[in-house]
Nanobody
Framework: QVQLVESGGGLVQTGGSLRLSCSASGRTFSNYAMGWFRQAPGQEREFVAAIGWDGGATAISGSVKGRFTISRDNTRTTVYLQMNSLKPEDTAVYYC??????????????????WGQGTQVTVSS
């Protein structure tokens, strides 16, 4: 079992930055691909970014490419999402996800079998 706890969300103005953290329990964290997804009110949960088991490979959604960066620290069993140049359309609940079956970043929700509770990000205009 893996438990994921997100933190770092909040209210920020357009153009601002936030860094989300996802702390994971479990001794095999370093074997898992990790991802970030987001869900705005009335919309489907969508892929944001993913990272492979060793941080060597990443995948980024086109809507955030150049503004968001995903990274991980396996010694701290934590994955991060650095969000810069935030826009109102980035407003959503952001979820951390882990895949116990894959080690490479996959931009697809069904690939992930563990999910955090989410953290709210609100970008004001």
């Amino acid at each position: 079992q893996v438990q994921l706890v997100e933190s770092g969300g909040g209210l920020v103005q357009t153009g601002g930055s936030l860094r989300l953290s996802c702390s994971a329990s479990g001794r095999t964290f370093s074997n898992y691909a990790m991802g970030w997804f987001r869900q705005a009110p009335g919309q489907e949960r969508e892929f944001v970014a993913a990272i492979g088991w060793d941080g060597g490979a990443t995948a980024i959604s086109g809507s955030v490419k150049g503004r968001f960066t995903i990274s991980r620290d396996n010694t701290r069993t934590t994955v991060y999402l650095q969000m810069n140049s935030l826009k109102p359309e980035d407003t959503a609940v952001y979820y951390c996800a882990a895949s116990s079956t894959l080690q490479v970043p996959i931009p697809s929700r069904p690939a992930y079998n563990y999910w955090g509770q989410g953290t709210q990000v609100t970008v004001s205009s």
